[in-house]
Structures are given as C-alpha cells and as structure tokens.
C-alpha cells in the first residue's frame, strides 16, 4: 500500500486539492486548525496508535497544511492536540482496560458505556483546553521553538 501510495502520487494530488478546497472557503485560520483538531480526534477512536495514525495522515495534512501557509510543526502540534484528548475515551486503547478494571474495583454495575461516558467531560476539557492554550501562544506570536515559525509566508 505504501509504495502504491507512493508511487501514484495519490497523497500530493489530495494535498493540493484538499489545500485548494479549504483555500476556497476562506474559513479563519482559527476555524481552519480546530476543524484539523476536531478531525484528529475523530479519527482517534478508530485508529489508537499515534505513530500509525500520524504515519497515515502527515503525507497528506503537512503539505496541504504548508500550502496554506502552516508550519509543520504546527500541524504536528495540533495533531498531538487532538489524539491525546480521545486517547481516554477510545475503548480500542489498551489504557481503557485498565481503567475499566479500577472502576470495576468499585462500581460492580458499570459497562464499557459507563467507563466511556465517565471519561467524556475529560476528553472534552483536555480538547478545549489545550487548543484554547495553543490560540493563546499563537495569538501572541511566541515561536515554538528556535527557527520554528507558526506560519510560512505567503
């Protein structure tokens, strides 16, 4: 699959199409980085790995991100934004069996639908709060590291 994925250039033709059509909806920068987020969280529930979900999308999302004048290290922190809030919520994640049995430990009657409805005000006050801090830092324009611009010029 990689080398087929490779090979036909398929991830460059999404990338610029994908670059040109969010381009085309003028959507606010803001808007444009919690959708990546919200995106990543969604895709958090089906694929749990980190590594193989980044491995999956940034030959993708990088590119279309820097297209629209994103710096990677940006769109790798707001990837890291969005897997780590669901990572708690996902009953696919080997942590979430563990957390199951501490709560069994206590509360006999709970289901995975407990344990999952439990943890949801969590994931959503992780998701909030860190992109909420990521705007702060970006709206201040501090760098994220030495030569490390948030945007590239247009």
Known sequence: FVAWFTESNIGVWVSIKGADLLESWNLPTVV????FVVMVAVINMLITSGSAQWALMAPIVVPMMMYLGISPEVTQMLYRI????????????????MAFAFVLRYYKKAGLGTVMSMMIPYCLAILVGWFLFFVLWWSLGIPLGPGSPMEYPA
């Open 82 to 97: 969005g897997d780590s809030a669901t990572a708690v919520v996902t009953p696919m994640n080997p942590y979430f069996a």
């Open 32 to 35: 444009l980085l919690g959708g």
